[in-house]
């Protein structure tokens, strides 16, 4: 989180609270917070191996948006060159599912839901006046 806050900061000094970096900072603050939200329910539900071991992938998948982004080539097609992967890895957990259980897990459902909910609001946001003003009061 700190590196968004100050990537938001250099921007708004630089006059730059719109494009891509509004994106990226809407983009990558719903990314870690629905990471933490996965981790703080698996630690808490350790106990139920399945939930567990689903929320933790979860998490992982959420938060590999960042470094999927640093890919040669991926900048230039943000936010698909982001969401496309994590949705074919979603894909591969949800087919395990069906392979292993014959049945998507309900976590997998809520969580993959959960997912798309966040990038789409982020999404939106990024090129919204509320993500402009979002980036300009972090900084």
Known sequence: ??????????????????????????????????????VVTAIYLRRRTDVHRRLMLLASIAIVGPAIVRLPGAEAL???????????????????DIVSRRRVHPVTV????????????????????????FVKALA
């Open 1 to 38: 989180m700190l590196v968004v806050v100050r990537l938001a900061a250099r921007a708004a000094a630089q006059g730059i609270t719109s494009g891509p970096v509004t994106l990226i900072v809407t983009g990558d603050t719903g990314l870690m917070l629905i990471f933490a939200l996965f």
């Open 78 to 96: 943000v936010p698909i060159s982001v969401i496309v992967p994590q949705l074919a890895l979603f894909a591969a957990l949800i087919a395990y």
């Open 110 to 133: 809520w969580g993959v839901a959960l997912y798309l909910v966040v990038v789409g609001t982020a999404t939106l946001a990024g090129f919204s006046e509320f993500g402009q003003a």
